[in-house]
């Protein structure tokens, strides 16, 4: 049984809105159930980033009274979509990622050209290959074909299958920001909060805009051990039909198996071909 968490309490969320993602707006439909909505992007809030939450910083993140995130979660850890652990903080549970990656096992049987296409980019680059897709306001891993030469582990940090890379910092998350049309990306720059991984992340919305403009101009992403200290990553968008999901491919390798100028030479011609092979496979 969960017992009630110190702090509970009607007091109105409030003070970290500018560090998250903004709260779903209700739809205005007699048939649309604003508690699900709330339910499901409870559990949105947990990432790689922070895998465990209090009630306090859910409430905040959903702009909810404490009290209601803390029946909202209460009846998420009796579905047995999250645990809580001896600190009264939450986590996912197994049975939470199951919707998510039978979403994304969809996707990937729709495509099954993909995999051909990734692997054979593996074996010529020796690096490890990503493939992700534009998941609302972020970037979602749908495919991490992990190779194994000397640095890679640390390289490639723990993000796997499902994981949503940081966008500021990334090569994937670069080139999904720069196949935004103007609009939408100054729309998403000015809710983004640049976090710092390492002393070469952009932390600044101006720099990154112009980071932005030069990806356009290139038609490739660069992310030079801005997330991870020792890695680097380069990253085209897949140009799709309209209204299909837009995806790009990364690939990674330690940063000191080559220069940028060297990576870049090496890794990008056979990056854009199996984008661009990847954009004439045929779906399911």
Do not use: W
Not at 133 to 145: C, N, Q
Not at 251 to 278: M, N, Q
């Amino acid at each position: 049984m969960v017992g009630k968490q110190e702090g509970d309490d009607d007091t109105p969320a409030r003070g970290k809105r500018e560090d998250l993602e903004p709260r779903d707006t209700p739809l205005p439909d007699l048939q649309f159930s604003q508690s699900l909505q709330y339910g499901l992007s409870m559990l949105r809030c947990f990432t790689a980033e922070r895998p465990t939450l209090g009630i306090a910083d859910m409430a905040d993140m959903l702009n909810l009274t404490r009290s209601t995130a803390h029946r909202y979660a209460i009846t998420l850890v009796q579905l047995g979509r999250l645990g809580q652990d001896s600190k009264r903080k939450y986590r996912l549970s197994h049975d939470a990622a199951r919707p998510g990656m039978a979403v994304i096992d969809t996707m990937r049987l729709q495509h099954p050209a993909h995999d051909v296409i990734l692997e054979d980019l593996r074996e010529k680059t020796g690096c490890t290959v990503s493939m992700g897709v534009l998941d609302g306001a972020r970037a979602l891993y749908i495919y991490r074909l992990f190779a194994h030469g000397a640095g890679q582990f640390e390289a490639d940090g723990d993000l796997g299958v499902g994981a949503h890379p940081p966008m500021h910092c990334t090569a994937i998350g670069k080139a999904f920001l720069a196949s935004l049309p103007d609009g939408k990306f100054s729309k998403l720059l000015s809710e983004m909060r640049l976090e710092r991984f390492t002393p070469n992340t952009i932390t600044t919305k101006a720099l990154l805009a112009r980071e932005i403009e030069r990806v356009r101009k290139e038609r490739i992403a660069v992310g030079d051990e801005e997330h991870v200290k020792g890695a680097r990553s380069v990253a085209v968008p897949v140009t799709g039909r309209p209204g299909a999901p837009t995806f790009a491919i990364e690939v990674t390798a330690p940063a000191d198996v080559y220069t940028s100028r060297e990576f870049l030479a090496r890794v990008g011609p056979p990056l854009k071909h199996a984008a661009k092979s990847i954009s004439q496979a045929p779906a399911k």
